[in-house]
């Protein structure tokens, strides 16, 4: 599939709404644990995610449009989401990360951007020039990441309960390939 | 953690809201497009999950319970969710599963496990000897199996749009160990 606004738009606006479902009163034998040392659990993953509308997607994307090529964008700190996370409940983090996506989205809606704007160029810190239309991609790909990696994070604690299944269950042989 | 069967239902009765945050009304193009050749798409693991209410989870809890290790599983049929979503919608199945979903969950508490049935072993037409909390453990590993495989799936038709986040992206690297 070739990058597509409405599209794009269609998947974003779904991530709050299934992390909800998934992670919401969930007890936190799955929610507060990880894959080992130095991964995250569900509950930073989430953080991460608000951290992306604050730090990333949009901040980005109008770099792109104000200055092309010509400014790089900010490194993304990766432990951004710490501070951001820290005395909240999971169940917060839940609904801040509603609220942003959804402001988030208002401003991708309010630029109006028409096909001629998929195009153009920023760069990027690590791997230079971009296009917005692989900008806006790989912020769906990246919730997409997000869910893959919570789903792994998950079946990882019940990689010894399952007992013989361990070798059938593809989850369990994922190799943390979308580790942050 | 070892097996816990509230935390196992926590799990298991997200699951239908989940999917259907995700994919009801979503555009086809997510849903309806596989990994390639021999692969599913979204919809097709999604009767996939129901077929498995139907056939596999509570009716081999039930043969573990009545038989032990004299009578193995039936085995399941990986095609055998084919004919039960022909002419079917998307949302007729995200429907479906969350009816036989909770069904199955009326059915698994009505059994009124205790922690002695946990150990009890039922044998596995593949794999031999499993034990009751081994299986139910599954259950709930199978539905974050898929779900890592849904969001799979749907990077995967982003996979050349995101231009050269493909790298980074962890769901892009990873090499369908939980295909079918």
Known sequence: MEFNLPHTIALLSRTPA?????LRDLPEAWTFHNEGENTWNAFEVVAHLIYG?????IPRARIILQFGE???FEP?????????SQNKSLAQLLDEFARIRSESLDQLRALNLQPADFARRGRHPAFGPVTLSQHLASWAA???THLHQISRIMAHQ?????????AY???????GHSAP
Chains 1, 2 share one sequence.
Not at 53 to 57: F, Y
Not at 76 to 84: E, I, K, L, S, Y
Not at 158 to 166: D, I, M, Q, S
């Open 18 to 22: 299934t992390l909800n479902a998934l």
């Open 142 to 144: 990246h919730d997409l």
């Open 76 to 84: 993304f700190d990766r432990q951004g989401h710490v501070q951001a």
């Open 53 to 57: 509308e604050r730090a990333d997607w």
């Open 70 to 72: 010509t400014r790089a």
């Open 169 to 175: 269950l593809g989850v369990l042989q994922c190799a």
């Open 158 to 166: 019940y990689r010894e309960a399952v007992g013989p299944w361990r």
